[in-house]
Nanobody, 121 residues
Framework: QVQLVESGGGLVQAGGSLRLSCVASGALLSTAVMGWFRQAPGKEREFVAAIRWTTGPTTYADSVKGRFTISRDNVKTTFLQMNSLKPEDTAVYYC???????????????WGQGTQVSVSS
């Protein structure tokens, strides 16, 4: 089992920045990828970014490219730096861990509880 705990969400004005963290514990060797997803009210959960544990290549949704950066500092913690935030970035942000065949799908085995990000105009 893998446990994921997100933190760092909050309320920010448009153009501002937030940094989300995801701390993982448990059987991390069973996972190859850490991902961030988000879900706005009335919408489906969508892919934001992903990073591989071992080699570190990253993947981003087109809507966040150039504004968000996913990174990791060790085997347990993943970050999502969010700059130039827009009202449409408002959502609950979830981190996920697993070995999905396609990084951008929701086929991750483990999920955190989510952290709310709200961007005011």
């Amino acid at each position: 089992q893998v446990q994921l705990v997100e933190s760092g969400g909050g309320l920010v004005q448009a153009g501002g920045s937030l940094r989300l963290s995801c701390v993982a514990s448990g059987a991390l060797l069973s996972t190859a990828v850490m991902g961030w997803f988000r879900q706005a009210p009335g919408k489906e959960r969508e892919f934001v970014a992903a990073i591989r544990w071992t080699t570190g290549p990253t993947t981003y949704a087109d809507s966040v490219k150039g504004r968000f950066t996913i990174s990791r500092d060790n085997v347990k913690t993943t970050f999502l730096q969010m700059n130039s935030l827009k009202p449409e970035d408002t959502a609950v942000y979830y981190c996920a861990a697993g070995s999905p065949p396609v990084l951008t799908t929701r086929e991750y085995r483990y999920w955190g509880q989510g952290t709310q990000v709200s961007v005011s105009s």
